[in-house]
DNA sequence: TATGATATGATACAACATAACATTTTTGGG
DNA sequence: CCCAAAAATGTTATGTTGTATCATATCATA
């Protein structure tokens, strides 16, 4: 079985084990997001479901399933982009650690990774110190992928 | 000399010493980043010049403003956020660090602080792994400040 | 098959941002 | 001092992202 179908197969069953339900335009919406190399906005997720399954979904709609798939952590909201990834553990089964994105400027591909315990320490040492503490800290870095880098 | 005197002087000789202009209207939008507590959206400085200057600049030029500003360094935008703050170090002379912002969920209060160079590092080392350079990083982290936490 | 819950559609609009072209202001050389 | 070039700002239109609200359809089950 490939990455999508694991993929695929594993959201059916977060879903199933949450007892909500992966219908198929969820599915469609989730399955833009794990072909595309880049992350997408939601109209460009309009875009995908018009050309890939000539299916036209409301830009209202595709925010709900959004909202829905990040809720069922398939998903992420790249924040600095305003646009969405699947999210790269959707087959691990351990806890999801805090994630860290890396966006490349010129080509718009991510990469997620995990945060080391250590290093989500040394951030949450730095808050407390200007009175704050971080809730659900996910990190989002502007980079140059090894590949457009090359290129120049 | 107060503090958003001192900001405010040291933005013009800033400005000084790259041969560009502080004009009035430049002056105007700093001056609404460094008298709020939040981080402000463009619009918003468009409703501030209004009412604090009786003034109607157009929000075309409020974000070539904001441009020029953070050309000079004296302003950030928060990109999770879509709004800009002041930078809080304009008056100090030592080079700019990477900046990390801290941004309250709750209130939009926002800290401005630098990261250690151990802790760059170690994000780049991060990044390396997988295939990305950082290049002018800026981590935004969404967190709670004590304030808003004691409210609870 | 009726009912309530969940999911989706339709319409309108708010908030953030830029493109393209026009006008005004500033500045420095003749 | 005047003119030309450069810099700053104005005007208008439009693009992009996202939400509010109310209507309709679909599903799960009693």
Redesign the interface.
Same mark, same amino acid.
């Given at each position: 079985m490939n990455q999508y179908d694991k993929a695929m197969s594993a959201a059916e069953q977060q879903c199933a084990q949450s007892g909500s339900r992966l219908t198929e335009k969820r599915k469609h919406i989730l399955s833009g997001l794990l072909k595309s190399e880049k992350a997408l906005s939601a109209y460009e997720l309009v875009d995908f479901c018009k050309n890939e399954y000539n299916e036209s979904i409301p830009a209202m709609s595709v925010y709900r399933i959004l909202d829905f798939l990040q809720s069922e952590r398939l998903v992420h909201k790249l924040?600095?982009?305003n646009k969405y990834v699947a999210c790269s553990h959707i087959t691990c089964k351990h806890e999801h650690e805090v994630p =860290?994105f890396?966006i &490349?400027?010129e080509c718009q591909h991510v +990469?997620e !990774?995990g945060i080391s315990k250590s $290093?989500i320490e040394? $951030?949450q040492k #730095?808050?407390k110190?200007?009175?704050? +503490?971080?809730?659900?800290? =996910? $990190? +989002? !870095? #502007?980079? !140059? &992928?090894?590949?457009c $880098?090359d290129k120049t």
């Open positions: 924040s600095t982009a =860290q890396l &490349c400027s +990469e !990774i $290093l040394t $951030l #730095n808050a110190k200007v009175g704050f +503490e971080l809730v659900s800290p =996910q $990190l +989002e !870095i #502007n980079a !140059i &992928c090894h590949t $880098l």
